[in-house]
Structures are given as C-alpha cells and as structure tokens.
C-alpha cells in the first residue's frame, strides 16, 4: 500500500494556514532542520528564543527546539498554549543533572550562589538563584559579589571557560553536551593544516583543548554575528551543524566548513539527535492536535521563574 506523504511544500503551506488559523507563533532554534528554520517567525539562540516566547502575544507557541527550551518558554508566558513536536526532544546536560543529587549538593554548600546553565530542567531551574545562558554567562557570574562562592551546574565545560574568563573559583557540576564533546581535535588540527586561511569558532560548552585552537568563542548568535563581520572569509564551525544554514545564508560568500566530529559518520560533522527528533511534520501535527503540550505544576513554575526572571533582568 502506497502511503502519500506530504512534500515539504505543502507541509509548509499547511503549517501556515494552521498558524494564521490559531493565531499561533513558531520559535525554532538554529539547530533545526532548515525547513523548520524556514518556516518559523523567528530563529535564535536559547536567549533570544525565551524573550521572544516572553513577549508573544500568540495563543500558542510551538517550539522548535529542545524540552528545556520550551518548558523555559511556558514558565515566562504561562497562560500560553506551548507545544514542543516531539516531547522525546531532551538534551543530555539537562539530563546529567539529576534534581534529587543536586539537591544533594547544593544542601552541602548552603551559602554558595547556584547559576545554572539555561539547558537544565525546570526542577533544576527552581533550586537554582539564577539562570545563565552561553551569550550572557559572564555577565551572570560578574554580577555576583566577589566575596560569594558559586556553584555552576550543569555544563563542566562552560564552567572551566567562565572560571577562566572570570577568574572566579566555582564548584562545577559534571554535566557535559555529548555534541560538543564530540568534536575531535588531531582531526580538527589536520582539517586547520588543510585550510590554514581558516579561523576556527566555538561554542563554549566544546571541550578546553578544542576551545583553546578557538579565534572566538561564543553562543549560536555570537558565532553568527562574528562570521557576518569578520574580514576574513573562511570558518571552522565548532559547533552543531544545523548553525550552518543561517550562516551561510547570512555570508554566501564565505567558506564554511564543520569541525569533525571523533566518530566518522554521515555528515563528518556533529548533530543533536535531540534537535533532529523534531520534523515539519510532528510540527504540522502538533500544530493540527494542539499537542505534545508543556504542562508544569503551577508551584514549580513560580519557583523556576525566579532565577530565570534574575537572568532577565540582566540581560535587557
Ligand atoms: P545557544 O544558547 O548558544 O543557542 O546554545 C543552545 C544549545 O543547546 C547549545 O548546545
Ligand atoms: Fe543539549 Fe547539546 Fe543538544 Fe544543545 S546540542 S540541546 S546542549 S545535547
């Protein structure tokens, strides 16, 4: 039996009468596959992506990206309708930080300030004083008196970067990205020797030694405003391959190529399986069935918000 599947067109065409329909607004990380880039009313990074989920005013916000991303967004705009395509879509440093162990820990250090990275789970979130993402992780820790000792949670690697950058001693939680962690460095060296002419970027959460061969570190948007105005013409992209699209889009003229990834694999390069468990058609169909829907206590959304509103606040 012949089953018709929609082409990516009509999946697109769909979607936006759906959209108009139920006055509803996409969000898609620059992770996502480009067809769901291009269909959604605004593209970003964590940080972006949760003032705009903030500031909707649409009755429904389908979020294309991760769990922690779209729980984020139903905790800065409860009385919206959040949809997130496939509730699978996890992270795995929010999954590395458990609420009852770090619980744990952070009853052992009473006085210590908790800053937790945005990708960590709404209970997480609610132990936590404040929120942090990659493009406004120094600014968060600056912001904290020097005489306060601080526990960051749940990405080891963002936090040894912060360390070093801010020259503040912090207790780090040992949470890791596996996509940044896949990038391998004698491969990363051998493609820099290949294409000497080549500037190599990276997301902060990569490993150090990966980080230190970096011309610039930076979030998703970071990267994307620093290849748009730099002057040189050909980039390293250590980062998730998805970050590709947007940016060769904004400089066609510029060569981009992926750090590769330890693992050979199809795209020699590395992708969030997470990210990619979300398509345009569980996003057609969430759109159509108004579900997988975020729901979250109502308590434990009141004590998430906090530290994320601190975050906020920070980053007018
Ligand atoms: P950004 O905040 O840079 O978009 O990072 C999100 C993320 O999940 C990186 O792995
Ligand atoms: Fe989580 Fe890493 Fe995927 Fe970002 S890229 S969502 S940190 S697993």
Redesign the pocket.
Known sequence: MNVFKPNTAELQEKINMLRKKKNAVILA???QEPEIQQIADFV??????AKKAAQTEADIIVFA??HF?AETAKILNPSRKVLLPDLQAG?S?ADSCPPDTFGELKAKYPDHVVVTY??CSAEIKALSDIVC???NAEKVINSIPKEKEIIFAPDKNLGKYLIEKTGREMLLWDGA?I??EAFSLDKLIALHKENPQAEIIA?P?SETHILKTASYI??????LNYVKESPKNSFIVA??AGILYEMQKDVPQKELIPAPAKEDNSCACSE?AF?KMNTLEKLYKCLKNETPEILLEEDLMEKAHKPIKRMMELSQ
Not at 44 to 49: C, I, K, N, P, V
Not at 218 to 223: C, L, P
């Open positions: 990380h620059y992770y970003g990074d964590s940080l972006e992506l990206g991760v991303m992270c440093l945005i990708n993402t990659s493009s990205c996509v940044h997301h959460e930076g979030s998703t948007s970071g990267m980062t998730e969030c990210m």
